[in-house]
C-alpha cells in the first residue's frame, strides 16, 4: 500500500530554473495539500484542492502554482525558483468525510529541495 | 504572536519518565485539533486527534481547553522509540480553510 507519493525525492537547482513536484495518492481522497518545511518552523501550505479540477491558495502561495487535472495527482510547479525556496516540501492527503477541516492527513516523504 | 505556538524544546528526559507538552492556539474558532509525531528527516504522521472529552491512547493522553485555548499531550513510561520532534495542529474552516502547525517539541528519551 504506497500512501502519498512524492516525486522526485532530491533536486538542486540554479536560480531562476523552473521544476514540478509530483505527489501522487492511492487512497482515493478528495483533499489533497502542498506544504513546506523550514528550520525551526511548522509547515506552512502553499495551496491545497479540495477536489479534481479546484485549487486554492494556502498561507505561503507566492512564487509556486498548482494543478489537479487528475483525483489522483497534485503538481507544485515553481516558475522562476529563488534560494529563498529551498526548503523541504511535503504533501498530504485526507478523505472527504467529516469536511477537510476535521481529517486526518497523510503524508508523504517529502522533496528536498536546494536552490543555489 | 504565532498562531499556533509550542513549548521550545528540547526535552531531554531518562526511560520512564512522563512528559507533558502544551501547545497553544489564538483562533477561537478552531474546529480541530491533532498531535502528529515527525521522526528526524521523515514525514509527520499522526500521533492522535484532540477532542473536548480528551482522549488516550495506551501511554499517550490528550487534552483540549477551548476556554482557555491550549490543548496537551502527556506521555508516560518514555521509551527511547518515542524520541522524535511532535507537532502540534489546529484546524479551522471559518472563512476558509486553515491548517496551522507548530514548530514542534523535540524529545530525546536516554536510556
Known amino acids: 500500500n504506497a500512501g502519498v507519493t512524492q516525486t522526485p525525492k532530491f533536486r538542486v537547482l540554479k536560480t531562476g530554473q523552473s521544476m514540478t513536484l509530483l505527489c501522487a495518492q492511492d487512497?482515493?481522497?478528495?483533499?489533497m495539500y502542498w506544504y513546506r518545511q523550514d528550520p525551526g518552523m511548522g509547515l506552512r501550505l502553499i495551496h491545497y484542492s479540495v477536489g479534481e479540477g479546484t485549487t486554492a491558495k494556502g498561507e505561503v502561495p507566492d512564487g509556486y502554482n498548482v494543478s489537479r487535472l487528475k483525483k489522483q495527482n497534485f503538481l507544485l510547479g515553481l516558475e522562476s525558483a529563488a534560494p529563498s525556496q529551498t526548503s523541504v516540501y511535503f504533501c498530504?492527503?485526507?478523505?472527504?468525510?467529516?469536511?477537510?477541516?476535521?481529517?486526518?492527513?497523510?503524508f508523504g516523504a517529502g522533496t528536498r529541495l536546494s536552490v543555489l | 504572536r504565532k498562531e499556533v505556538e509550542q513549548d521550545p524544546g528540547p526535552f531531554n528526559v531518562p526511560e520512564g519518565a512522563t512528559v507533558a507538552f502544551n501547545c497553544t492556539y489564538s483562533?477561537?474558532?478552531?474546529?480541530?485539533f491533532f498531535w502528529y509525531r515527525q521522526d528526524c528527516r521523515k514525514e509527520p504522521k499522526l500521533l492522535m486527534s484532540v477532542y473536548s472529552s480528551g482522549n488516550e491512547d495506551g501511554r499517550f493522553t490528550a487534552q483540549l481547553n477551548r476556554a482557555s485555548q491550549y490543548i496537551s499531550l502527556l506521555i508516560r513510561d518514555s521509551k527511547l522509540s518515542d524520541s522524535a520532534t511532535y507537532l502540534c495542529v489546529v484546524n479551522s474552516n471559518t472563512g476558509g480553510f486553515k491548517t496551522i502547525f507548530g514548530a514542534g517539541t523535540r524529545l530525546f528519551v536516554k536510556a
Open positions: 487512497m482515493n481522497h478528495e483533499y
Open positions: 498530504a492527503s485526507s478523505s472527504l468525510g467529516g469536511g477537510i477541516a476535521k481529517n486526518i492527513q497523510y
Open positions: 483562533n477561537s474558532a478552531s474546529q480541530s
